[in-house]
């Protein structure tokens, strides 16, 4: 999707503005005007280029801008004050070098898309790339040129409220959907003034924090860094990603901020990353509550000689550096590459032709960006159950009773990181139900609950009497969106508030039940699948979550979302994933659970393998689950090779067939299982996977060409490559099922 902007008599305007003052040469390439920039600043100004503010007082922001202490601020969404800002910069200062403007647009910036965990789960890299591109539309209508996003850390504990942010638990689907956003944020080129430049965070294992803790400590090796968690920051950066952010947490006792091996030797060295390093927010200066650092000064010299190159808010670098090259703790020319990040950065951007706002702001929730979220929404809800097709909603349905804290919540709907959405702007399931279908069914209206931790039973009764009174009853439970995101780590995974008595009492009606999830995160819903006779989960589905949900009830969109997480059936699972270890002891599906053990049974009677007693080792739902409308069958896996080369490819085809009545699209997963490593491999990995379209009754061979060399691996000896031996590949609908065959790599 391209979208063009017409420039304005601002743009004109300030292409005059920059050229005077900074006395570069205009037509020379970036790293000339770089360094013909550097070579006429001063240190202080140096270290201004290097500071981040928040800033809370415009009158001292300006002061210091004009006084070239300011290199970039967040946080600042109104156009009129960025454009008066941008002016003092370019006009004032001594050299007239433009602000960079920041703000988290994390999943939409007005116009609001599914939390990415929720954008994941579509398995469709340009419904990604699409919503950030309306994202960078909407976002430089502000004034806003980089954005922190997308977050790319991988999670397998959704006790970990930051889940939400994240693309899930795979490093393959993470690292695909990560860089379309990085593409749509950052578009065709950085210098249209619709681009806003994307960040790779949090840099590096965040996603791994301690017991699902947030900011916990982290405890991941380097193997498994690089075959877990570094992936998806590495496809961000050869998908041209402008910027990289640091982690807050130390992994094996060294903060990010000043972690010179993924920063520096991994990033810079073996990636030849040119992009600019900025610190999370204050995480420079919270290294002394580390341990790591004595004061601000200790924390801006390990900063900047790991390989920092702004700072953000904390403000340790402008207070100390020029003190810390005086003593030769920190060079100038770590200072001077800094420094040269950041500028080339804003000659990429084409701040110094372009600082001012110039794109209208009737962009702003324009139909088409509507449309786009809605798509987006339709196609990130995950049919989990669905009894006796008790979905969709056929003729036969002429009383809908509507239910439950969710169904009416324009400012949870949208979920975490967001800043800018208006929930004015929410189409609430409620809403598009009476809207889009009240001229079919009557629609009852009863909240039963009047926010997601409400224990106040007293209006469930209602919402019993509105189900009677209907064919069908549709609950909508889930997480307010405080619930989950930064710093909002949870112990119990298990609906909050009175929503399960609210299920179970709907249930008793035996009238039949339709759960529909939004929350941030997978949630221990085992018994409220149970009770009820459909589930479609939509983690939070944003601005169009509404009218997504009522055309998939209904039955004008089949839903095909499939889970980017698994799902535990108790949070003790957690952290839970499918890419796991097989260990010596793996359990057998058939194991003795806590209720089936006999009293005083012996010590050794129960197990000895690797499952819990009271949950046994199963999740609730797999990773890469999700249910349609209609059937697809899957037959005839045929490999063109059983016997591959290092430098050979895989040739897979598969016969897929629609055996149901409805037009539905099925998310085809190829995994492959490294059978014996230098090194223990995880029981499979996803290694490709196409969304495929079928009409009812339509077949079609589906193939993947997948190239040996993508089951590499960093082995035993820490070397990166493919190990020749017996492999195993599914290729199927979930992470659990499939058609399977086995083939050998050879020397
Ligand atoms: C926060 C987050 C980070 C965000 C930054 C700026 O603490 O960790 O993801 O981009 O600060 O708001």
């Known amino acids: 999707m391209k979208m063009k902007i017409i420039t304005s008599a601002f743009l004109a305007m300030s292409l005059m503005a920059c050229s005077e003052k900074s006395n570069i040469n205009k037509d020379s390439d970036i790293e000339s005007r770089v360094e013909s920039l550097l070579s006429q600043m001063t240190m202080e100004e140096k270290l201004g280029q290097m500071n981040q503010l928040s800033p809370w007082d415009f009158e001292e922001l300006a002061a210091r801008v004009r006084k070239g202490e300011v290199g970039s601020i967040l946080n600042v969404v109104n156009p009129e004050e960025i454009n008066k800002i941008q002016k003092i910069a370019v006009e004032e200062s001594r050299l007239g070098i433009p602000i960079l403007v920041s703000r988290d647009v994390i999943h939409g910036y007005k116009t609001i898309f599914p939390i990415p965990l929720g954008q994941a789960a579509t398995f469709n890299p340009q419904i990604a790339e699409d919503g950030a591109r309306v994202a960078a539309i909407e976002a430089s209508a502000d004034g806003i040129r980089w954005t922190f996003a997308p977050m790319i850390d991988i999670s397998r504990d959704p006790r970990w409220g930051r889940i939400a942010e994240s693309c899930g638990e795979d490093p393959y689907l993470s690292s695909v959907m990560g860089a379309a956003m990085i593409k749509g944020y950052q578009g065709d080129s950085l210098n249209d003034p619709t681009a806003i430049a994307a960040c790779a965070k949090h840099f590096v294992a965040y996603g791994a924090a301690e017991g699902g803790k947030d900011y916990n400590s982290t405890f991941i090796p380097e193997r498994v860094l690089r075959n877990v968690y570094l992936p998806p920051f590495k496809a961000a950066v050869e998908a041209g990603c402008a910027t990289f952010m640091t982690s807050f947490n130390d992994n094996d006792g060294v903060p ?27 995480s420079a200066a919270e290294m002394i509550n580390h341990g790591f650092c004595v004061d601000g000064k200790d924390a801006a010299e390990k900063s900047v000689n790991a390989g920092v190159d702004m700072e953000m808010v904390s403000e340790t670098f402008i207070k100390n550096l020029k003190q810390s090259v005086e003593e030769k703790k920190v060079s100038m020319e770590t200072i001077d590459n800094a420094v040269r990040n950041i500028l080339r950065l804003k000659f990429r951007l084409g701040l110094f032709e372009n600082p001012y706002v110039v794109t209208p702001q009737t962009v702003k929730y324009a139909d088409a960006h509507l449309q786009i979220a809605k798509t987006a929404a339709e196609q990130s809800v995950i049919l989990l159950k669905n009894d006796a097709q008790t979905l969709p909603f056929t003729d036969e349905v002429k009383t809908v009773a509507v239910v439950g804290p969710m169904a009416d919540a324009p400012y949870e709907q949208m979920g975490t990181w967001v800043f800018d959405g208006e929930k004015e702007h929410t189409q609430t399931p409620l809403k598009a139900i009476r809207e889009m279908y009240g001229d079919k069914v009557n629609v009852i209206f009863e909240q ?5 931790r ?21 609950c909508f439970v889930g997480e307010e969106s405080i619930l989950s995101g930064e710093a909002h780590s949870l112990a119990n995974l298990d609906l909050q508030g009175a929503q399960s008595q609210l299920i179970k009492s709907l249930a008793a009606t035996g009238k039949p039940v339709v759960t529909v999830v939004m929350a941030g995160r997978q949630l221990t819903i085992s018994d409220e699948v149970e009770a009820s006779d459909a589930v479609l989960y939509s983690f939070h589905p944003g ?3 509404g009218p997504a949900i009522a055309d998939i009830l209904f039955g004008k969109v089949n839903p095909s979302g499939k889970t980017p997480v698994t799902f535990p059936r108790m949070t003790g699972q957690a952290p839970i994933y499918y890419a796991h270890n097989n260990t010596g002891r793996p359990a057998n599906p058939t194991e003795m659970l806590i209720d089936e053990i006999p009293v005083e049974a012996g010590q050794t009677s129960v197990g000895c393998r690797s499952f819990y007693l009271d949950a046994g080792n199963s999740p609730l739902f797999p990773f890469g689950y999700g249910l349609s409308y209609t059937n697809f069958e899957y037959s005839d896996l045929k490999l063109a090779s059983d016997k591959l080369t290092v430098d050979g490819e895989v040739n897979v085809s598969v016969n897929l067939k629609n055996a149901g009545k409805y037009d539905g699209t099925e998310v085809v997963q190829l995994y492959v299982q490294d059978k014996v490593g230098s090194v223990t491999r995880p029981v499979k990995e996803l290694k490709a996977f196409q969304r495929v379209e079928l009409k009812a009754g339509e077949s079609k061979t589906v193939t993947f060409t997948l190239p040996v060399s993508d089951l590499a691996f960093w082995r035993y000896d820490m070397t990166y490559g493919v190990e020749p031996g017996d492999f195993k590949l599914w290729v199927g609908t979930n992470s659990a099922e499939g058609l399977s065959a086995d083939f050998t790599v050879i020397d």
């Open 256 to 282: 990010s901020t000043a972690n010179k091996f993924v920063l520096k030797d991994v990033l810079r060295d073996e990636w030849k990353y040119d992009g600019m390093v900025v610190t999370d927010w204050a």
């Open 448 to 452: 039963g609950l009047a926010y997601s």
């Open 454 to 474: 409400d224990k106040n039973v007293a209006g469930i009764a209602k919402a019993v009497n509105a189900a009677r009174r209907a064919d069908v009853v549709v």
């Open 543 to 545: 601005t169009m979550g």
